[in-house]
């Protein structure tokens, strides 16, 4: 899963925790959005994976957001395979 905010950035992560909610923030425009009832854990592994992939989608950015989204969620899909 990749989340994108409404801005188009790519720079959402979870700010902090109520309990079981996450608060989701976009560090570019700073809209804020609670989560309840997913766990969102190994937020290492997340921000590793994220670190890793943000140069190659850079390298998409000119494409439509859908195809990146796209092109992003098969990448990670192929992360989580590797990690098996
Ligand atoms: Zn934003």
Known sequence: M?????????KVDIDR???ARALLKCYTC???AWVEGFTLGKLDFVEQL?????????KY???NPAE???????RF???LMDRR
Do not use: H, P
């Open 50 to 58: 994220f670190g890793a992939i943000l140069d190659q989608a850079r």
């Open 68 to 74: 990146r989204q796209k092109l992003l969620s098969e």
């Open 77 to 79: 899909q192929r992360k």
């Open 17 to 19: 925790w109520d309990n």
């Open 61 to 63: 950015r000119r494409r």
């Open 30 to 32: 700073e809209r804020t």
């Open 2 to 10: 990749v989340v994108f905010c409404q801005c188009g950035s790519d």
